[in-house]
């Protein structure tokens, strides 16, 4: 069993993402303790609340287009390539739409959400750069995205790192020159994505898919797709982040930022679900019988099993490491590290779950059910563990909602498959 897992091509592709998302993880975990470290909780906080406000809106504001791009692109790239460049140009109009509609709203509503929803003052101005950071946001994940559908896993790779690496100097650089602040961190963050974007258009075949016309005809397919995706996508998004928003709401800029630092640490775990993805999902979107379906999903859901296991055997050294790399003004964020460590190990463990509905039966709708529950859990039991246990609270709901993301889909899949 275990030789026939790792002889096959998606272990071997695999193997790639995550080299690639462990480096990027990496990366990404060393420029959020540069700026936990050089901010300071309370600022490091508004820091979160921004980034975090970019994250559900570019996620918004995508409308499932990603999805959409993958399951299109990749399901008619070798049987009608025209049409799949066309699937391409369509996916990249629709974003450049999305986002001059996200920053119009982002940047006039940005005084009454600091002011009114966050009821802090300063974050003004950084939420009007968010509104500009939406669109390098946007369209960096079409460019990955895209080399996703056409399988080019280690160009994937290696744009990210290349991203990730190029934005973690230049952080690095202006703390040497003590110009590190709210502002510069986040202009850092924004844009990188546009950069990152533009390398990635030498990377897939740009010239051919541009220059292709009709792309119009297919946004009825496109968007009875998309538009399932999009309505469960916009309810996750937010109830992903509604605890750090309840934070905001409810607690002090010095305990959102412990809360924020702990939980970017974790980051690298959807990262990970994403670079597996990045395999998977193109897979299970071409598969035709239940039969190759399944045969892929056991040794898939065994490979995952594995990077669980091992994601519990860093628990401890991850406690103690925590409060060193942070620093000691950073020891209230180990609990709630452990809590958010373990709802993305389960998070990782439902992957080979999620993009079976949504790739190869198809029915990303059930997710929007899904996604209802999450928000539920996460807005009551969330809201009243914060104030009963503070960022800890916030890291026990997100715990609560990740086993009913995995527990709700599971159910559908079995019914499903007996019904077959």
């Known amino acids: 069993m275990f030789g026939s897992i790792f002889s096959t091509t998606t272990f071997k592709q695999s193997q790639i993402t995550i080299v690639g998302t462990l480096i990027n993880g990496a990366l990404g975990a060393l420029f959020y303790i540069v700026l936990a470290r050089f901010l300071g909780p309370a600022d490091f906080g508004l820091l979160t609340i921004s980034l975090t406000t970019l994250v559900l809106v570019a996620d918004i504001a995508d409308i499932g287009t990603n999805t959409g791009l993958i399951r299109f692109v990749s399901s008619h790239i070798s049987k009608d390539r ?35 929803v966050f009821q ?35 160009l994937w790779s290696l744009i990210n790192i290349f991203t990730n690496a190029l934005r973690l100097v230049v952080i690095l650089i202006l703390g040497y020159l003590s110009s590190l602040n709210i502002e510069s961190s986040l202009l850092t963050y924004i844009a990188l994505p546009f950069f990152g974007f533009f390398v990635a258009l030498l990377l897939i075949p740009t010239r051919q898919f541009m220059q292709t016309k009709g792309e119009f005809s297919l946004s009825k397919s496109l968007f009875k797709y998309n538009i399932s995706v999009a309505i469960f996508t916009m309810i996750a998004a937010f109830s992903a982040r509604l605890d750090t928003y309840l934070n905001a709401a409810l607690l002090s800029s ?36 239940n039969n190759q379906m399944l045969a892929f999903f056991k040794k898939f859901q065994i490979l995952v099993l594995g990077l669980c296991v091992l994601g519990i055997l860093t628990i401890p050294a991850s406690v103690f490491l ?8 950073y020891s209230e964020a180990v609990n709630p590290f452990i809590f958010l460590f373990l709802a993305n190990l389960i998070f990782l463990f439902s992957i ?24 539920l859990i996460i807005g009551t039991f969330g809201y009243l563990l914060i ?20 527990l709700y889909p599971l159910g559908w899949l079995i019914l499903k498959l007996k019904r077959k």
């Open 120 to 154: 802090k003052e300063s974050l003004l101005l950084p939420l009007r750069l968010v509104s500009f950071g939406i669109g390098g946001a946007l369209l960096f994940t079409f460019a990955t995205s895209a080399l996703q559908a056409f399988q080019k896993y280690f």
């Open 352 to 375: 080979p779950v999620h993009h079976s509905i949504i790739f190869y039966f198809g029915r990303p709708d059930v997710f929007i059910w899904v996604s209802v529950g999450h928000l």
């Open 82 to 116: 025209e049409k799949a460049y066309r699937f391409l140009k369509l996916s990249l109009e629709i974003k450049l739409v999305a986002w001059v509609a996200a920053f119009l709203t982002v940047y006039l509503l940005a005084p009454f959400l600091a002011v009114q």
């Open 387 to 406: 104030l009963s246990f503070g960022i800890t609270g916030a890291a026990l709901a997100v715990l609560a909602g990740t086993v009913f993301n995995f």
């Open 254 to 289: 010095r305990e959102v930022g412990i809360y924020g630092a702990a939980n970017q640490l974790v980051q690298i775990m959807p990262q990970l679900v994403s670079a597996l993805g990045l395999v998977s999902s193109p897979k299970f979107a071409s598969f035709t019988n």
């Open 322 to 329: 925590l409060p060193v790399l942070l620093g000691s003004v």
